[in-house]
């Protein structure tokens, strides 16, 4: 059963994203706010699989990514960032720093389910 | 006596001979009788197995085309099967885009009558505009009655004075506002509209067929190629339940006023000396 942590601040891309990934067969969706909640929703319960937005308040994804692929615990965890048309660098830097891959908004759920799919199948 | 005698052996291996002969020629008889037999045999051994062969062959031939025939039948079956499959992987595509579709439906509606704070419905309202629908410059106006001018309430990539005071009864927005009818233009998507009184798309938002303002979209993302279907269900969705949104938000800030302005004279009263 994959666990997806999906962190987003914002609630509707948030509920978007959790309702697209509870169409993964057998998936369990954590939310998270930030990236600190992200961080200790990681502590707190195992992840498969992070979905987590560049821009939010109190710790953005580029920190997450760094953060994620720094510790021992986690660093093996696909991450896919999610990113705004015209953020080229923050999706280049969120590459460099080790995500696995990227999608832009507006989001194609079908994409996105696809996408997760892929990451958690490679694994 | 001996004479006498000779002419009665003499007869008698005669007859011997005649025997003897006579078995010889029935013995050459029988042989080649039996011989005749043999052939016939073998002939009819021969018509035999020819015969058995042929009954073969036919079992065999009756046996190929049977197969032959379940062949045919099991490749008619097998591509029966196969396009129902087709049928049904399309009809599995298409209800998984339909599943999408309403649930970025629901999530919008959800989100949008979540709260009563008016800066929280306008954040979400922006959301939806930009997330779902991908849209880069936009504004979203309300009707001033007073003035007759469409005020811009929030935008995005669009400065709000450059749409600010956009008069009800002209052009493009203005037609959206008396007709009620959300405006699409014939121009590719990746047109980028710089007049603030033409945009690309303009959505009423009405409630019920009042209409109390747009949302005026001037350009999208790039990597948005065209609008789908559940754009327009968005757009009808916006027309709607964020104008409700907006309206009813608006009202509740008001109402907390006059509630708070009221309590407040209330409490004047009570604090006042009776006379």
């Known amino acids: 059963m994959p666990s997806i942590l999906v962190v987003e601040d914002s609630p509707t891309m948030r509920q978007l994203i959790s309702f697209a990934m509870r169409r993964i067969p057998g998936s369990k969706v954590i939310e998270a706010t930030d990236g600190v909640d992200a961080l200790k929703k990681l502590s707190a319960e195992k992840a498969d699989i992070i979905l987590a937005d560049i821009n939010m308040p109190v710790m953005d994804g580029l920190k997450l990514v760094s953060l994620v692929r720094g510790s021992s615990e986690f660093r093996d965890i696909p991450i896919i960032i999610i990113t705004t048309e015209g953020a080229e660098e923050d999706r280049e830097k969120a590459m460099a720093l080790g995500a696995d891959a990227y999608l832009s908004k507006p989001i194609q759920t079908q994409e996105l389910i696809n996408l997760v799919t892929h990451q958690l199948d490679k694994r | ?275």
């Open chain 2, 1 to 275: 006596m001996d004479k006498d005698k000779e002419p009665g052996i003499l007869k008698k291996a005669d007859e011997f001979l005649q025997i003897f002969k006579k078995g010889e020629e029935f013995t050459r008889n029988l042989l080649k009788e039996n011989e005749d037999l043999r052939f016939r045999i073998a002939e009819l051994e021969e018509a035999h197995a020819q015969g058995s062969n042929a009954a073969k062959i036919r079992n065999y031939e009756d046996h190929i085309k049977m197969l032959e025939d379940e062949r045919e039948s099991l490749k008619e079956r097998f591509r029966k099967v196969e396009t129902e499959n087709r049928d049904f992987a399309q009809k599995y595509v298409l209800v998984a885009e339909e599943n999408n579709n309403l649930a970025n439906m629901y999530v919008a509606s959800y989100q949008l009558h979540s709260t009563l704070d008016y800066e929280e419905v306008l954040k979400i309202v922006l959301e939806i505009i930009i997330n779902l629908i991908g849209a880069k410059k936009f504004s979203v106006m309300l009707i001033d009655k007073k003035l007759e001018k469409l005020e811009s309430i929030a935008s995005e990539g669009i400065g709000m004075d450059n749409t600010a005071k956009i008069p009800v009864d002209k052009g493009v927005i203005g037609e959206v506002v008396r007709e009620g009818k959300s405006y699409f233009s014939d121009e590719s998507i990746h047109t980028e509209s710089e007049d603030p009184a033409k945009p690309i798309v303009c959505i009423s938002l009405k409630i019920k067929e009042h209409v109390i303002g747009v949302i005026a979209i001037y350009s999208f993302l790039n990597h948005k190629t065209g609008f789908s279907n559940v754009d327009y269900e968005l757009f009808n969705l916006l027309a709607g339940h964020a104008a409700t949104a907006i309206f009813s938000s608006r009202l509740y800030i008001r109402s907390e006023r006059e509630f708070t302005t009221i309590q407040n004279f209330l409490e004047l009263l009570k604090g006042k000396p009776t006379q």
